[in-house]
């Protein structure tokens, strides 16, 4: 897993930050709770993973 200072994650290392499948990370995406951007797949910033876990 890349440095938890990275600007964007993969939804895999999301997924392994949350403990959840990827499954659940792409529905997070789709209600909103984590906005992703499309660069060679969908990346999610850092910065919301951490606002999302409280961090």
Same mark, same amino acid.
């Given at each position: #897993?890349?440095?938890?200072?990275?600007?964007?994650?993969?939804?895999?290392?999301?997924?392994?930050?949350? @403990?959840?499948? %990827? $499954? #659940?990370?792409?529905?997070?995406?789709?209600?909103?709770?984590?906005?992703?951007?499309?660069?060679?797949? @969908?990346?999610? %910033? $850092?910065?919301?993973?951490?606002?999302?876990?409280?961090?």
């Amino acid at each position: #897993m890349r440095s938890l200072n990275a600007e964007l994650l993969t939804v895999v290392e999301v997924a392994q930050i949350f @403990r959840v499948s %990827k $499954a #659940m990370v792409y529905r997070m995406i789709r209600r909103g709770q984590l906005r992703a951007y499309l660069a060679a797949g @969908r990346k999610v %910033k $850092a910065e919301d993973v951490w606002k999302e876990l409280g961090i």
